[in-house]
């Protein structure tokens, strides 16, 4: 009780941080959300006011994240990893709510710095499709961490480049020299103690350019990387990256690129 009464003060008369702030804020939204996390541990300090559409609407995207992130490695799957009774709720969700989300499945060897194999495994490649879903849950997730750093709002104008992280693009040279810049980061707080294992980011605003980067890892075994530019001045730099959002208040965050069709944060169109 004491604890819905904190988050109810915390967004009295607030706007909602998601869509453009123009919406006044009736639920609490958590960034990242409670989903990614083991036996009921989240990060303190990121509960964020946010309207009921913003909130209710992606929790198919959520478990999607949360299912790929907490599965194994980056894009592989333990044979040996025995799933927890929360990972297999979130399959069942992610069964229910998308088209098969993996490519490719093949055998692979996971090996040591030294060469010798200590495992096996399936190396799983997305589908483009759970690639723009995943996508579009990381935009929502730079909105929020942008404005814990900053308690300003991102209005309509910003526009928010999102790069999926696996280790199927940890050799980007761009996104590399990015995180060497970005220093040493921000790590999840459980109960006074850091869990570095579940969440972790790094985070830097210029503020001549006002552009800002956001590089997040969850479990160790993925994440993404945001590229925020304030006022849309910097095309050249967005370009960069595989996805583009904006938010207003009638849609929300939302894709501008690729230009095609897609489900937005409200969850995905069932066929």
Same mark, same amino acid.
């Given at each position: 009780?004491?604890?819905?009464?904190?988050?109810?003060?915390?967004?009295?008369?607030?706007?909602?941080?998601?869509?453009?702030?123009?919406?006044?804020?009736?639920?609490?939204?958590? !960034?990242?959300?409670?989903?990614?996390?083991?036996?009921?541990?989240?990060?303190?300090?990121?509960?964020?006011?946010?309207?009921?559409?913003?909130?209710?609407?992606?929790?198919?995207?959520?478990?999607?994240?949360? %299912?790929?992130?907490? =599965?194994?490695?980056?894009?592989?799957?333990?044979?040996?990893?025995?799933?927890?009774?929360?990972?297999?709720?979130?399959?069942?969700?992610?069964?229910?709510?998308?088209?098969?989300?993996? !490519?490719?499945?093949?055998?692979?060897?996971?090996?040591?710095?030294?060469?010798?194999?200590?495992?096996?495994?399936?190396?799983?490649?997305?589908?483009?499709?759970?690639?723009?879903?995943?996508?579009?849950?990381?935009?929502?997730?730079?909105?929020?961490?942008?404005?814990?750093?900053?308690?300003?709002?991102? =209005?309509?104008?910003?526009? *928010?480049?999102?790069?999926?992280?696996?280790?199927?693009?940890?050799?980007?040279?761009? !996104?590399?020299?990015?995180?060497?810049?970005?220093?040493?980061?921000? =790590?999840?707080?459980?109960?006074?103690?850091?869990?570095?294992?579940?969440?972790?980011?790094?985070?830097?605003?210029?503020?001549?350019?006002?552009?800002?980067?956001?590089?997040? *890892?969850?479990?160790?075994?993925?994440?993404? %990387?945001?590229?925020?530019?304030?006022?849309?001045?910097?095309?050249?730099?967005?370009?960069?990256?595989?996805?583009?959002?904006?938010?207003?208040?009638?849609?929300?965050?939302?894709?501008?690129?690729?230009?095609?069709?897609?489900?937005?944060?409200?969850?995905?169109?069932?066929?």
């Amino acid at each position: 009780m004491a604890r819905g009464s904190a988050h109810r003060r915390m967004r009295e008369g607030k706007p909602c941080i998601l869509c453009g702030g123009n919406r006044l804020s009736e639920d609490t939204e958590h !960034a990242p959300p409670k989903s990614l996390f083991h036996d009921k541990q989240r990060p303190q300090g990121y509960e964020f006011p946010s309207c009921k559409r913003c909130n209710k609407g992606p929790a198919p995207l959520d478990a999607l994240a949360a %299912f790929i992130f907490m =599965s194994g490695r980056t894009e592989a799957l333990l044979k040996t990893a025995a799933f927890t009774e929360h990972q297999m709720n979130l399959a069942r969700t992610v069964a229910r709510n998308f088209r098969p989300i993996f !490519a490719k499945v093949e055998n692979a060897d996971i090996k040591s710095e030294s060469g010798f194999i200590i495992a096996g495994a399936k190396l799983l490649e997305l589908t483009p499709e759970a690639s723009k879903h995943l996508a579009t849950w990381s935009a929502k997730q730079a909105y929020a961490y942008w404005y814990h750093h900053t308690k300003q709002i991102l =209005s309509k104008d910003a526009v *928010v480049g999102i790069d999926i992280l696996t280790k199927c693009n940890e050799d980007d040279d761009f !996104a590399n020299e990015v995180a060497r810049l970005l220093g040493p980061g921000h =790590s999840m707080v459980h109960a006074k103690k850091p869990v570095d294992d579940q969440f972790f980011y790094r985070f830097v605003r210029d503020e001549v350019t006002e552009v800002s980067f956001v590089q997040a *890892v969850y479990h160790k075994n993925g994440g993404f %990387f945001a590229i925020i530019d304030e006022k849309n001045h910097h095309p050249e730099v967005l370009e960069k990256t595989a996805h583009r959002f904006q938010t207003s208040d009638n849609k929300g965050i939302h894709r501008i690129f690729p230009k095609e069709r897609s489900a937005v944060l409200y969850g995905p169109r069932k066929s």
